[in-house]
């Protein structure tokens, strides 16, 4: 059976109320929290960085998945770890040194994840895809939420499964930027694991209701 992880993504929700809204993902169905870490170089936005979430940290009741959009992420890699990360993906784009990087997350006892920008090719990937415990393929342009769901990225996904296929890896695929109950089930079926949303989650009127229909279409 196909069970599709959820993974609400943070930056979508009410800043002012984030207690409210961590415990509201918590009492849901979602599997992870998606925590977006942007610098405002490598993205051309400002999120939030380490008092949030350790802040958000205290709260959270499942998985931490954090996306680093910052440049030279080998800085604060043990920094992540120690504000209870337990998943943390640096962008290929970012890295001079994707395999170093990788070893000094796993190091530092958090599984491995690698983002792609849309422009960048999976095949990129062959030579490190067994170290890698996590791709993100980026459906948007990373830095901001709410933006539109990029078609290309069913086919990124499919040569991304074949890739982990070819190469007998383990490593799960995640899919970050307008995903909404209109490709969340395309999406699992072309090989997804993971599925972040953020303002498909947070605007709705129903958040937990929201998760609950998300899961329900992407297990088959
Ligand atoms: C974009 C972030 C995403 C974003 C997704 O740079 O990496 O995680 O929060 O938000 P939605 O689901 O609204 O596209
Ligand atoms: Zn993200």
Same mark, same amino acid.
């Given at each position: ?6 993974a609400p993504?943070?930056?979508?929700? #009410? ?7 961590i415990?509201?993902i918590n009492?849901s169905?979602a599997d992870w929290f998606?925590?977006?870490?942007? $610098?405002?170089?490598?993205?051309? %936005? ?14 959270a009741k499942k998985t931490i998945d ?5 440049? $030279?992420? $080998?800085?604060?890699? +043990?920094?992540? /770890?120690?504000?209870? /990360?337990n998943?943390? +993906? ?5 890295? &001079? ?5 990788? !070893? ?7 599984? /491995? ?19 890698? #415990? ?6 948007? %342009? ?9 078609? %290309? &990225?069913?086919?990124?996904?499919? !040569?991304?499964? /074949? ?7 383990? +490593? !799960? ?9 209109? %490709?969340?089930? !395309?999406?699992?079926?072309?090989? =997804? ?11 709705? =009127? ?12 992407? &297990?088959?």
């Open positions: 059976m196909k069970n599709t992880l959820i993504s943070v930056l979508a929700a #009410d800043f002012a109320n984030l207690q409210r809204d415990e509201m009492a169905e998606h925590i977006d870490i942007m $610098d405002g170089v490598f993205v051309p %936005n400002i999120s939030f960085g380490m008092p949030v979430l350790e802040a958000i940290s205290k709260h954090v996306h680093l959009m910052i440049v $030279d992420p $080998d800085r604060y890699i +043990t920094t992540f /770890a120690d504000l209870g /990360a998943v943390l +993906t640096v962008h290929y784009e970012a890295c &001079t040194h994707v395999h170093r990087t990788l !070893q000094a997350i796993k190091a530092a006892g958090m599984k /491995a994840g690698v983002a792609l920008n849309p422009h960048t090719n999976v095949a990129l990937l062959e030579d490190v895809i067994n170290d890698i #415990d996590l791709v993100c393929i980026m459906s948007v %342009n990373p830095g901001f939420g709410g933006q539109s769901f990029i078609e %290309n &990225t069913y086919e990124k996904v499919r !040569q991304l499964k /074949a890739l982990i296929t070819k190469k007998g890896a383990a +490593t !799960q695929i995640e899919i970050d930027g307008g995903v909404t109950n209109k %490709n969340a089930k !395309q999406l699992a079926e072309a090989g =997804a694991d993971v599925l972040v949303a953020g303002s498909f989650v947070f605007k709705a =009127a129903d958040p937990i209701a929201t998760v609950a229909d998300l899961k329900k279409i992407t &297990t088959f």
